[in-house]
């Protein structure tokens, strides 16, 4: 009986992995530029990145502010290894650079999580944040490893092919970083599943009950931290891969807040939230990016709002909607939901479009003309200001009546009978 | 020896410049248990702030403008973001302060550009205050000097001798009994807030003429002011003043003695390489003080929190 529940509960848990694998396979084939797969391509790397600092944040509690050192430090040997490589005193197939740059990573989190992990909270955030300028500022003083300034590259087409594979295409490039993303994300769900992983919960939860188990919440910590290096080690090696090329911005506190903001977006309390996260921000960067150059301020106020309001993430608001589906009141929250839609996104536009406006006259100046959704208009005359104007202060307006009544619909599609509320 | 004289008064106004921040951000951290990483972010929007006003009316009535105007926003966003993030816990009150940095970074890129801009010193204090053997110190950097002493002075005032000081005095050591007692300490902990904000926008006020304003130097200065609240102690002020003035002394020392790492090996009794560009150990033959010295602070940061965790002068545990 028992071996016939776990032969089932293996080949019932073994399917998201085989979709995923599937989808993996499928999607150069969907999106075909040249464009989309670069896109891709980064979306894996990032995913990785993220989902190894969730291991620290979601699932150990431990907020680090330099995260993208140990991806950088895994990247920046990567490249050493490709050049390496190129020159022949090393023989190593390409696909298992990863693996290196992992190890590096490793070792790296290995000596400093030695002293950094034996406190949580403020004093961790602090020797991670003082690490992380340590060695964004070093970047510029030794030269030999971290190239200065212009950073150090390599050539990924130079190592020993691989059945016949030598990297030249992107597209070859998406399935190597593909095939890491899935086994990396599978190792992390393992290591999520080990009494470490189930322990840094606890450790992150309540760390004196946790000690008095019988587990040292320092040795936890350290052993999350390692791993969430080592993760971070794969996906600097991917990045090494795929730009071939690594410098002082991949590591410095700018790239951490990045981790940081695609991790909290996704969600940090879920396994899979950083996925999700990965895939928006990194979408958010390249096709925003090329619309706007403010989109840093707009991910920059969507994630404060985030933080603010919703603290779960984004995949903590799809599991907030179970609650309802599964009581069966689902079809309270159409109406409220519905009539809200169109004043927020009148407000959205509008408020978007008066800020760029702004923009536009304060650091165009000397260009008449804008283009805005598509649309091209005079930044002097009145009626684009006098236009977004109103669909801010109106569509704020109505947004705020009807979000009364979206509270409302909620209490009354959460509400569960001889709870308090 | 003149060198040296200059550079303890160089060093001094640096320090205390660093004081002015790092005091608002221990005032915080003590009261709400938060350390302010947005902190020198406003330090920025202050000098931006100044820069605009003085614009328009002239340089001191930013100086007694903008301040306010960054305790009123300070306040506003303990009261509308901070307090609602707080219900959350610790972690995710880092994450906000550390978000709000980048944003108000974007922001003041968003309206000021991302150049700097010209705001300068007034004329009327556009003269060399004295000089000392060969060198000079401009009257501004004694303005500079007299008005952080002033602060410093007057918030040493408040806290020791007035009654609100007592609160605040208080409300560091037993917030729960101090509200028993029937006083507001939300209220305390905003206005906290907003005064720690103030006083780290005058520092902007009266450092954006000398280090110059543009969109980089909070993040310059930024990370520089967690190190000294750090390795001065989390929430001990006389550990914060220290620090600041140790780690002002430190890096001002570093930047105007050139000296080499050549010159120690080569007194070491090594031979200096011929082709040092292309030799295999050439940073470190090329390695000078002013080089290293921007790193210094956060040497001294990991090695106070790896041997003394509470930092030099700090009791409380973190």
């Not at chain 1, 971290?146 to 050539?155: C, P, T």
């Not at chain 1, 095939?179 to 309540?206: E, H, I």
């Not at chain 2, 970074?105 to 060969?134: C, H, K, T």
């Not at chain 2, 070491?268 to 295999?280: A, N, R, T």
Request: with cysteine.
């Amino acid at each position: 009986m028992t071996n016939y529940s776990m032969k089932n509960g293996a080949i019932s848990s073994s399917v998201p992995w085989i979709i995923s694998a599937v989808i993996l396979i499928i999607l150069p084939f969907i999106f075909t530029g040249g464009g989309s797969i670069t896109i891709m391509n980064q979306i894996g790397i990032t995913i990785v990145l993220a989902m190894s600092y969730n291991m620290l944040l979601g699932q150990g509690g431990m907020l680090s502010f330099g995260h993208a050192v140990y991806m950088g430090i895994g990247g920046f040997v990567a490249v050493h290894v490709m050049n390496i490589v190129e020159n022949e005193y090393l023989w190593l197939p390409l696909p298992l650079l990863p693996l290196v740059g992992g190890l590096v990573g490793l070792g790296f989190a290995t000596i400093i999580g030695s002293f950094s992990t034996r406190k949580a909270g403020t004093v961790f955030a602090m020797i991670s944040l003082g690490i992380g300028e340590l060695i964004a500022a070093c970047c510029i003083i030794i030269t030999v490893f971290f190239g200065g300034e212009e950073g150090i590259s390599g050539d990924r087409t130079m190592a020993p092919p691989t059945f016949g594979i030598e990297f030249i295409t992107q597209k070859e490039v998406y399935f190597l970083i593909a095939f890491w993303v899935l086994l990396s994300t599978f190792c992390m769900y393992l290591f999520t599943q080990t009494p470490v992983g189930k322990m840094a919960n606890a450790v992150r939860d309540n760390p004196e009950r946790a000690e008095f188990v019988g587990y040292s919440m320092r040795w936890v910590r350290y052993v999350s931290f390692c791993a969430a290096g080592f993760f971070a080690g794969i996906a600097g090696a991917l990045f090494a891969i795929n730009y071939e090329i690594l410098t002082e911005q991949n590591l410095n506190l700018n790239m951490s807040f990045q981790v940081l903001l695609a991790t909290y977006i996704g969600g940090v309390g879920f396994f899979l939230g950083p996925v999700f996260g990965a895939i928006l921000f990194t979408l958010l960067q390249t096709v925003i990016g090329l619309q706007t150059d403010l989109w840093a301020l707009y991910t920059g106020i969507v994630f404060i709002l985030m933080v603010m309001f919703l603290p779960t993430g984004l995949t903590g608001l799809f599991a907030m909607h179970l609650i309802p589906l599964q009581l069966g009141r689902f079809g309270l929250l159409i109406k409220p939901y519905s009539k809200i839609f169109l004043p927020g996104l009148v407000f959205l536009l509008g408020t978007i479009a008066l800020i760029e406006l702004i923009n536009h006259v304060r650091h165009h100046g000397e260009e008449q003309f804008m283009t805005l959704f598509w649309i091209e208009f005079d930044t002097r005359a009145f009626l684009p200001w006098i236009l977004f104007s109103l669909m801010t202060i109106v569509g704020f307006y109505l947004s705020r009546i009807f979000a009364r009544e979206v509270a409302e619909a909620w209490g009354e599609a959460t509400y569960i009978e001889g709870e308090r509320r | 020896m003149d060198l040296f004289v200059i550079n303890i008064i160089d060093g001094l106004i640096y320090g205390l410049l660093l004081f002015m921040l790092s005091s608002g951000l221990t005032l915080i951290f003590s009261m709400m248990g938060v350390l302010n990483l947005s902190h020198a972010a406003f330090y920025m929007l202050g000098a931006y702030l100044a820069y605009q006003i003085s614009v328009i009316t002239g340089f001191w009535v930013g100086l007694i403008v903008a301040p306010i105007l960054v305790t009123i926003l300070g306040a506003g966003v303990e009261r509308y973001g901070l307090r609602r993030v707080h219900q959350y816990g610790h972690v995710p009150e880092l994450i906000f302060t550390f978000g709000l940095f980048f944003v108000i970074e974007e922001l003041v890129q968003y309206i000021w550009g991302r150049s700097m801009v010209n705001y300068s010193s007034p004329e009327s204090l556009d003269f060399i205050a004295f000089s000392l053997a060969g060198g000079t110190i401009p009257a501004y950097k004694v303005f500079m000097l007299l008005i952080s002493v002033g602060i410093f002075v007057a918030l040493y005032y408040v806290l020791a001798r007035t009654r609100i000081g007592m609160i605040i005095q208080a409300a560091l050591s037993y917030p729960k009994t101090v509200e028993a007692l029937g006083h507001n300490v939300p209220l305390v902990f905003m206005g906290v807030f907003g005064v720690g904000t103030g006083l780290a926008g005058l520092a902007g006020v009266i450092a954006g003429p000398s280090l110059t304003t543009f969109p980089g130097m909070a993040f310059l200065l930024g990370s520089i002011v967690f190190v000294c609240v750090v390795v001065g102690g989390l929430g001990s002020l006389s550990g914060a003043f220290i620090a600041s003035l140790l780690i002002g002394w430190l890096q001002t020392f570093a930047a105007s003695y050139n000296v080499g790492a050549a010159d120690i090996l080569i007194a070491m009794g090594y031979e200096f390489p011929k082709d040092v560009y292309y030799h295999p150990w050439r940073d470190l033959w090329t390695l000078t003080l002013p080089q290293i010295g921007p790193i210094l602070p956060y040497i001294l940061l990991i090695l106070v929190l790896v041997f003394k965790p509470n930092g030099l002068f700090g009791k409380r545990e973190t």
